[in-house]
């Protein structure tokens, strides 16, 4: 078990990086703590797979530091850094059995031969395998395939960290759900530093307690799958995170808030203050389409809007209105009913609006 | 549906047949007709049955041939199979110096079998041949022409030389379409050298492998124009292979009732030695 630790990590997969388009990750620092469970999300090609392969040892970032434990392991291959990976494809050895290829990384470890076959044991109970233990690997199912591969990453006692690289991507949704709460018992049960990549905010949040939203070759915030959602750092975690993401509005300055169109929206005096300091023109607000009230009666504080859309999914209604030239989502519960084109009242409560200034977050200063 | 009894439609197999025929079974049955004869001279043949086989199969020269011919076989295999596979672990895996490597392994391949053996002849000369000359200047005493074991082991350094290339590029291109993830997956495993070539590299260059045990099995155990330029067969019968053997009798002597038999029985051996090696290699790692 170890922190690891990326210190001004840069990539770039060209020889002769001209500008910050040629990088897949660019001046990133970032710490992972001993013990945690971690999900890195973000979209294809967000730099995230390169990242986890940096931390492996499979790349050799081209700028930087990668720390374990405060030790510098640039130059260390992955043999040494002692990791374990799993891949988002199953790799499996397919001239071996299941057991001989959960058993491989602990052979090549000269693990006793009794401690194997415990070890071996305990995983293939874990994964639910343990009938298949005799059979040759090649004759498996791709899930039975990537629960072996997963095996392998987790058979090991002595890992620095298991880092997961979308490993539930070939499995059915049933099992998948079922296989990232085993992963999270190993965790509880081994306490073994996890990190955890994946597109897809629902198994990242099932998963792990802290989350690093990739964007571009940039960690853009790293925290609680609450303060996601709640206080997005960046307006790509805003419409990334939730669904539908965060409604983004760019808006300009007005006096004691900010206005877009004819739509004048107050602000908290902070927020206020701080914008005057602020010289740049790129302003957005931000607010989750879950805190967006829609009222029958219309008061000083609503403004009127035209029901352009209503979704309806089974346990809540996404409703699309219109305010001015900008189109919102609104999410309203089962029992909300309008018929399309017709007049709404929305609020927008203060706290919820978050003020962006250049793409990040405004936040008040203690 | 119901099916048509019409038993026209046997005709749509008269091409194959004629095909199969004119590739394979007349030229066979030519071989067979002779082998069960005894010809003096148009319109003078005897049908002996199967006594040319009998006398064959006694024949101390043949048996003789016979076993050097398995000897040979054993040691080109045994050699050029491990040796193929070494030699294209070690080459570049893309790049220039891949494609040059690539080149420089070929070209012994290029060379058309009597210039391989005309090569080796003066190459291994002890007077004005590089190689002959300089193990002689290291102390040794190596005489190909002279000497038995030195003619075995110049024929089988000339079959190494000409052939060990065929099963390197065959393994070299085995190699390539190993999915580097595997080797990262073994990487993160912590596995030796040894172990991802046992266990990754080798059980995916079986396919490859096959081929190459088979094709090396079948020209070794057939080879004549090499060995037949470089030592003529000496010294004494020592170099003299089946095939050489068999054109002797065949072309020499002009044996053909013998010379027929022959061939058939070398035909079964070929045939049969390399279904053994086929499902020897294919069942190896079946499940049980």
Redesign the interface.
């Known amino acids: 078990m170890a922190e690891i630790q990326l210190k001004a990590l840069a990539h770039s997969y060209s020889d002769t990086p001209s500008g910050p388009d040629d990088y897949a990750i660019r001046q990133l620092d970032h710490v992972w703590h001993k013990g945690g469970a971690y999900a890195l999300l973000g979209p294809s090609g967000c730099g995230k797979s390169t990242m986890l392969n940096i931390i492996s040892g499979l790349i050799q970032p081209s700028e930087g530091e990668v720390l374990f434990d405060g030790k510098r392991v640039n130059e260390l291959s992955p043999r040494d850094r002692n990791i374990a990976q799993v891949f988002q494809f199953p790799v499996i050895y397919d001239s071996m059995t299941v057991y001989e290829n959960l058993a491989f990384p602990l052979k090549n470890n000269k693990v006793p031969a009794s401690r194997i076959k415990v070890r071996v044991q305990e995983i293939a109970e874990v994964l639910e395998i343990e009938d298949k233990l005799h059979k040759k690997a090649r004759n498996l199912t791709a899930d039975e395939k990537q629960k072996v591969s997963m095996g392998r990453g987790l058979v090991r006692e002595d890992v620095s960290a298991i880092l997961f690289d979308e490993p539930l991507t070939v499995i059915d949704p049933q099992l998948k759900w079922k296989l990232r709460r085993k992963l999270k018992q190993i965790h509880e049960q081994f306490d073994i530093t996890m990190v955890y990549v994946t597109h897809d905010q629902l198994e990242a949040s099932t998963f792990a307690d802290r989350i690093a939203v990739m964007y571009d070759g940039q960690v853009v915030q790293f925290g609680t799958p609450t303060e996601l959602f709640e206080a997005p750092n960046h307006t790509f975690v805003g419409y990334f995170i939730g669904s539908p993401g965060m409604n983004i509005v760019e808006v300009e300055r007005c006096s004691g808030g900010v206005c877009f169109g004819s739509t004048v929206l107050p602000l908290e005096s902070w927020q206020v203050d701080i914008l005057k300091r602020m010289t740049s023109g790129n302003l957005k607000i931000g607010i989750r389409p879950e805190f967006i009230e829609i009222s029958p009666v219309s008061s000083d504080d609503t403004y009127e809007a035209n029901v352009l859309d209503i979704e309806d999914l089974g346990t809540y209604k996404i409703v699309t209105v219109q305010l001015g030239e900008q189109e919102l989502k609104v999410r309203q519960d089962e029992e909300f009913e309008a018929s399309i084109d017709s007049r709404i009242h929305l609020s927008f409560p203060k706290q919820w609006l978050m003020l962006y200034v250049d793409e990040f977050l405004v936040q008040e200063q203690q | 549906m119901d099916k048509i009894p019409d038993n026209r439609a046997w005709w749509l197999v008269l091409p194959v047949f004629l095909l199969v025929a004119f590739s394979a079974l007349i030229p066979l049955m030519t071989v067979v007709n002779y082998s069960v004869q005894d010809i003096f001279g148009p319109g003078q043949a005897y049908y002996v049955g199967t006594e040319w086989f009998k006398e064959v199969l006694a024949d101390e020269r043949l048996q003789d041939s016979l076993i050097r011919q398995f000897v040979f076989s054993g040691f080109v295999l045994l050699i050029q199979i491990p040796l193929g596979i070494g030699v294209a672990l070690m080459m570049p895996k893309s790049g220039v110096k891949g494609s040059l490597c690539l080149i420089l392994i070929a070209i012994p391949l290029l060379i058309p079998w009597n210039v391989v053996g005309t090569i080796w002849q003066i190459f291994a000369r002890g007077d004005i041949g590089l190689f002959g000359w300089g193990i002689n200047q290291l102390g040794i005493d190596y005489n190909y022409t002279g000497d038995t074991l030195d003619a075995w082991l110049t024929v089988l350094l000339m079959d190494v030389w000409h052939w060990t290339p065929l099963v390197a590029l065959l393994c070299y291109s085995g190699l390539r379409a190993i999915p580097e993830?595997?080797y990262?997956?073994a990487?993160?495993?912590?596995?030796?050298k040894w172990?991802v070539f046992r266990?990754?590299q080798?059980?995916r260059l079986k396919s490859v492998l096959i081929i190459a045990v088979l094709l090396r099995f079948m020209d070794s155990f057939m080879i004549y124009i090499e060995p037949f330029v470089l030592t003529g067969g000496g010294p004494g019968s020592s170099t003299t292979f089946l095939s050489q053997t068999l054109t002797t009798m065949a072309i020499g002597q002009f044996d053909l009732g013998r010379a027929a038999a022959f061939s058939l029985i070398y035909f079964l051996i070929v045939l049969l030695i390399s279904w053994l090696f086929f499902t020897a290699i294919t069942h190896a790692?079946k499940?049980k």
């Open positions: 993830a595997f990262q997956a990487e993160i495993d912590r596995a030796s172990a266990y990754i080798l059980p790692d499940e």
